[in-house]
């Protein structure tokens, strides 16, 4: 009886995480957004020719990340701004919350907030060991376009 009354005490539990497992994002898509960097130095996407010994420049950059593909909590694609096509490649990592997401790309990392399935709160940094040598923080809203 005890293990009867145990087991029954366990199902809520999981059916939780059983359900948080099927609510995975789905992120494949294109998603755009604009917003404000701290920039020390210059990279493609805030060209110029400071070096990151200047002073910080605030900067305004409009980029798009297209999710080209998704494996369960796995999403990969490519990243461009309007002022370069790089067409970067990105990872990141959904966590088992299904809002919170990791990433890199060839020189920085992400920290993501899923906000709603059509919204998320992106922050992106790298520092002065990148490829630019640059110094770069932000964190903006982007929302899914198609």
Not at 94 to 123: E, Q
Not at 124 to 130: D, F, K, M
């Amino acid at each position: 009886m005890k293990s009867l009354v145990f087991a029954l005490a366990l199902l809520p539990a999981a059916a939780t995480v059983a359900a948080a497992q099927d609510g995975v994002p789905d992120l494949k898509g294109t998603w755009s957004g604009k917003g404000k960097s701290i920039v020390f130095g210059h990279n493609p996407h805030h060209p110029g020719s400071q070096s990151a010994d200047n002073p910080p420049r605030v900067r305004d950059i409009d980029v798009t990340y297209i999710v080209d593909g998704q494996d369960g909590r796995l999403a990969w694609g490519r990243s461009a701004s309007t002022i370069a096509n790089t067409n970067e490649p990105f990872a990141w990592a959904i966590s088992a919350d299904n809002k919170s997401i990791v990433g890199a790309d060839n020189d920085g990392y992400f920290r993501i907030t899923l906000l709603a399935p059509d919204r998320m709160d992106k922050c992106y940094a790298h520092n002065g060991t990148s490829p630019s040598g640059s110094i770069v923080a932000t964190c903006y809203e982007m929302k899914k376009v198609n």
